[in-house]
């Protein structure tokens, strides 16, 4: 079967950090490029940062530049979402996802195969 579980979320202060994990199986992660996405209560899905398949590439968006890093192991098929200098506005449920979509389409959302379930973020104040 395939799986994407992430882990790693929590409750962190403001300016602290977190680190999300994305565990992959039942499918060829280093075939895929891997990209990290959050979803607010009443808000849309925001795209914050994508890996292509080998990790030599990355981008980041606006909500991501300067704070996130994105990162991932093909040996341990896990990506990764390090997020320094968090604020109350980050509060969120971040998902993984994987596509096989050409890296021009990472950033949108549709174009992912699959998805994590999701682990909760939140920042307090």
């Known amino acids: 079967d395939v799986q994407l579980q992430a882990s790693g979320g929590g409750l962190a202060q403001a300016g602290g950090s977190l680190r999300l994990s994305c565990a992959a199986s039942?499918?060829?992660?280093?075939?895929?490029?891997a990209g990290w996405f959050r979803q607010a209560p009443g808000k849309e899905r925001e795209g914050l940062s994508f890996?292509?398949?080998?990790?030599?590439?990355?981008f980041y968006t606006n909500y991501a530049k300067g704070r996130f890093t994105i990162s991932r192991d093909n040996a341990k098929n896990t990506v990764y979402l390090q997020m320094n200098s968090l604020k109350p506005e980050d509060t969120a449920v971040y998902y993984c996802?994987?596509?096989?979509?050409?890296?021009?389409?990472?950033?949108?959302?549709?174009?992912?195969?699959?998805w994590g379930q999701g682990t909760q973020v939140t920042v307090s104040s």
């Open positions: 996802a994987v596509t096989k979509a050409p890296w021009r389409y990472s950033r949108i959302h549709s174009r992912y195969h699959y």
């Open positions: 039942g499918f060829t992660f280093d075939d895929y490029h």
């Open positions: 890996i292509d398949n080998t990790g030599g590439v990355t």
